[in-house]
């Protein structure tokens, strides 16, 4: 949902509002979901308080000054972006709400006049809006785990309170027994029995599509289209993965995390509803100068080539999938700290997108970045990086500046 478009005014100035109002009306066409009143008092911005509660972000036109107090009210029900002009001391008003805004730790910015820079700007809180419009109030499913366990490594309390998502926890002997209850998926078993394998048997796929018809069916009775999967306390009793069932859900446009990866998952959506592809979750492997490894046993089919199926790298059970990158792509890699306060931002190329040593997960990429991966360690930021296709630098860091994250 992109945001509304309202304008404030002195009642003194109404008139003078207006002409301004339809300016910038008119110069942010398509960058707003609808159009709401000038407003001259407080209790005019009450009356529509559920309506400013829809939206996470509300541009602003700040027409006059004496509008502070208007600016402060419409912020307790949506965060603002004040779009202020070089006349009838918008601006200065708008700098006092600001202020005073920053002092309660309530995000708000401004944007000053309609130049080529500050329309780009409004284009990227536009999207900004759209991105974090469709996490809001998202159910997301731990598979494997309690909630307690992901509380203690996980900023659940950010998911839960900065995003209003919901995690629900399935504890791993309740899922054990859907496990051991459900069907075989056929789509899955044709899809990966397809492709060339080594060190797997028939009955390791056909096992991992019993997985996935648990996963689904438990995705589906909750209504989640987002999930994360705590792997290695399933696998170590079952001797078998879910890494087939997480890339086919991940090709299904079902966000899919392994290792009970809170900050992983948040990211790999981001991702993909920037670019409209499954983002792929790495370990970090190595670095050296600028050249970066990521590897996984898991990867959506969809953005790789040449894919097959092989045994897990850490323990030889079950399936899990190797792919190849296409060389030369420019990429976005980033990930959130386990506890959200803090993201990691680069761009690169992929160097090489096949695996190049057996001594790593099973889809293996490495990336000429272009800021130094020694800021991942010195910071400890995350044992994971996310990596999707095309350059995202300048998106993440608008929805970092949002959500009050640090950036690295």
Not at 1 to 6: F, R, S, T
Not at 10 to 39: C, M, T, W
Not at 332 to 352: H, M, Q, V, W, Y
Request: glycine fraction near 6%; aromatic fraction near 8%.
């Amino acid at each position: 949902m992109k945001p509304a478009i309202l304008t404030v005014s002195s009642s003194s100035q109404e008139r003078g509002a207006n002409k301004v109002h339809i300016e910038f009306v008119d110069r942010l066409k398509g960058l707003y979901s609808e159009v709401l009143p000038i407003l001259t008092s407080v209790e005019a911005i009450r009356n529509i308080a559920k309506k400013l509660e829809g939206y996470p972000l509300v541009y602003v036109v700040v027409a006059t000054g004496g509008t502070s107090d208007l600016i402060l009210e419409i912020a307790k029900h949506t965060n603002t972006v004040l779009l202020t002009h070089g006349k009838q001391n918008s601006l200065a008003s708008a700098l006092n709400a600001a202020f005073r805004l920053k002092r309660k730790e309530k995000y708000v910015k401004i944007v000053h006049g309609l130049s080529s820079s500050s329309l780009e700007e409004i284009k990227y809180t536009s999207l900004v809006s759209e991105v974090v419009s469709q996490l809001k109030e998202k159910r997301i499913i731990l598979f494997c785990a309690s909630k307690e366990w992901a509380e203690k490594t996980y900023g659940v309390g950010f998911l839960e309170e900065k995003l209003k998502m919901k995690v629900i926890p399935v504890d791993i002997e309740e899922f054990i027994e859907k496990f051991e209850k459900s069907k075989e998926n056929e789509e899955l078993i044709k899809k990966y029995g397809s492709f060339p394998r080594t060190e797997v048997v028939e009955e390791d796929i056909v096992k991992a599509s019993r997985i996935l018809t648990a996963m689904q069916d438990e995705l589906k009775k909750i209504g989640a289209d987002l999930c994360v999967f705590r792997c290695f306390p399933f696998l170590t009793r079952e001797k078998i993965t879910p890494c087939l069932a997480i890339s086919h859900l991940l090709d299904l446009g079902i966000t899919a995390a392994c290792e009970g990866d809170l900050s992983s998952m948040l990211m790999l959506k981001i991702l993909h509803l920037l670019s409209g592809k499954p983002a792929f979750m790495g370990n970090v492997e190595d670095f050296q100068n600028n050249l970066l490894l990521l590897a996984h046993c898991t990867v959506a089919s969809t953005i790789v080539s040449n894919c097959s199926v092989r045994s897990h790298f850490e323990t030889d059970f079950g399936a899990s999938i190797a792919g190849v990158f296409k060389e030369n792509e420019e990429v976005t890699l980033a990930n959130f700290s386990p506890d959200f306060r803090e993201i990691f931002i680069t761009t690169g190329k992929i160097e090489k997108g096949y695996p190049v040593s057996e001594e790593f997960c099973r889809t293996q990429v490495l990336v000429r970045i272009r800021s130094s991966p020694k800021r991942i360690v010195e910071r400890a930021v995350n044992r994971h990086l996310c990596i999707v296709v095309g350059n995202f630098e300048e998106e993440l860091r608008r929805l970092a500046e949002f959500l009050g994250v640090t950036i690295l």
